[in-house]
């Protein structure tokens, strides 16, 4: 697929990749820690991710993020996102909102 975009658990938009210096490895980015106040319903849709993908409940925040990330800086302006079989079919289209 063309414009297929690979979401992962951290995104860099550094110029050099997050490395101190060119051709040496990505450094770790400083941890923050961030506190959030969910709806039940929402906190309990979080564990069930997190359950389902055999993540943490922070890896999926991370995955959401750059989901939104993607939604808000590649897509076109009806800001819409397509998710497709394996076939390129269309399956389900998102739409972000503005």
Request: hydrophobic content about 35%; cysteine-free.
């Amino acid at each position: 697929m063309a414009n297929e975009t690979l979401v992962d658990d951290e995104i860099d938009t550094s110029p050099n990749g997050g490395s101190s210096a060119p051709g040496k490895p990505p450094s770790r980015p400083e941890l923050k820690r961030l506190n959030i106040n969910l709806p039940a319903t929402l906190l309990e849709e979080l564990q069930q991710l997190a359950m389902a993908s055999g993540k943490s409940m922070t890896e999926v925040v991370r995955t959401a993020l750059g989901l939104v990330h993607v939604a808000y800086t590649q897509t076109g302006p009806n800001r819409r996102l397509t998710i497709s079989d394996e076939n390129g079919r269309a399956m389900k289209e998102i739409i972000v909102p503005r």
